[in-house]
Nanobody
Framework: VQLQASGGGLVQAGGSLRLSCAAS????????MGWLRQAPGNEREFVAA?????????HYADSVKGRFTISRDNAKSTVYLQMNSLKPEDTALYYC???????????????????WGQGTQVTVSS
């Protein structure tokens, strides 16, 4: 699976951005999808995940609940992250990830059987 993230940029605090991640190579709807982020000097952290089926259950990090929304369009093989009420502490490189095991994304336990993209930079100014 190849993952291409886009949509990052510079935004003022309180603003919004929508990230997209286009997948190719394998059957998109076989994978749970998610977003991770890494700020300079920090470890990579979980942001949000959406399951591959069964009603597309979602999980969010506590720090983004109520502000970020993950969704997917299986027809377009794309996962989205709508980010509202952005804060300076949301500044990071955002990666999308794919796994057939949903908890690998939620628990940040990605293995060599999982996939992640190159990241898109989000910068929130105060």
């Amino acid at each position: 699976v190849q993952l291409q993230a886009s949509g990052g940029g510079l935004v003022q605090a309180g603003g919004s951005l929508r990230l997209s991640c286009a997948a190719s190579g394998r059957t998109f709807n076989s994978y749970s999808m998610g977003w991770l982020r890494q700020a300079p000097g920090n470890e990579r952290e979980f942001v949000a995940a959406i399951s591959r089926g069964g009603g597309f259950s979602t999980h969010y990090a506590d720090s983004v609940k109520g502000r970020f929304t993950i969704s997917r369009d299986n027809a377009k093989s794309t996962v989205y992250l709508q980010m509202n009420s952005l804060k300076p502490e949301d500044t990071a490189l955002y990666y999308c990830a794919a796994s057939v095991i949903h908890r690998h994304i939620v628990e940040m336990s990605l293995t060599t059987d999982d996939y992640w993209g190159q990241g898109t930079q989000v910068t929130v100014s105060s």
